[in-house]
């Protein structure tokens, strides 16, 4: 087992960064919620490597962050108004919207259905790696699957050491909380976790749609 490499989230760290993902590595940094597990979702073989790692089920699809909401349309087909209206006033942030995929996704990412589950975040190191990479990654929390999902650096350390090449050290994440989940493919639409956001502030997001 090797040891894993932290660095802090200066320039040099990022561009080190992106160029571990470029290459199917996987990593770890912070995000608006909680730490968060990364692969280039152009590497099937390095998602597949993050289920590893995470011990995660192949059934469970992994979601996809992207750093602006006009690049929905890379990640989605048949983005319905909801979704955009939805991105308009909560992303940035711990809000990840569930929608149609593209073909083009690697069938690994989705467990194979025809959805995604897509966010902005709140936090620049994430978009500065995804706008470094020029690609979406796939990120689930920093965490063994069922166990606690990290908010520093130390406990993304506590349970992946020496599984993951690489983890950028933010400080706590200042969210501490992993986002709301809502189904768009679902009529009516479907909280499947709740999170920041609340069902009553979707609502209304969306009420004279």
């Not at 990593?27 to 590893?52: E, N």
């Not at 919207?97 to 589950?117: D, F, H, N, W």
Request: charged fraction near 20%; proline fraction near 10%; charge should be neutral.
């Amino acid at each position: 087992m090797n040891e894993t490499k932290c660095l802090g989230i200066g320039p040099a760290d990022i561009t080190e960064a992106v160029d571990v993902l470029s290459r199917g590595g996987i990593i770890a940094f912070p995000t608006d919620t909680v730490y968060g597990l990364g692969a280039d979702v152009r590497h099937p073989g390095a998602i597949a490597a993050l289920y590893k790692i995470k011990e995660r089920p192949l059934d469970r699809a992994i979601p996809v962050l992207i750093a602006r909401a006009e690049e929905l349309c890379g990640v989605a087909q048949k983005v319905p108004e909801s979704a955009w209206r939805l991105a308009e006033r909560f992303w940035p942030g711990p809000l990840t919207l569930v929608v149609r995929s593209t073909l083009s996704l690697p069938p690994i990412l989705t467990a194979g259905a025809p959805t995604v589950a897509v966010r902005v975040p709140d936090h620049p190191v994430v978009r500065a790696l995804i706008e470094g990479l020029g690609a979406p990654v796939a990120v689930t929390s920093a965490n063994i699957s069922g166990r606690p999902s990290p908010v520093t650096a130390d406990d993304v350390l506590a349970q992946l050491e020496g599984r993951i090449a690489l983890l950028l050290d933010g400080g706590p994440c200042p969210g501490g909380k992993d986002s709301t989940v809502v189904d768009l493919t679902a009529i009516p639409l479907r909280i499947l976790r709740t999170g920041p956001v609340t069902a009553d502030q979707i609502q209304t997001a969306i009420a004279t749609l």
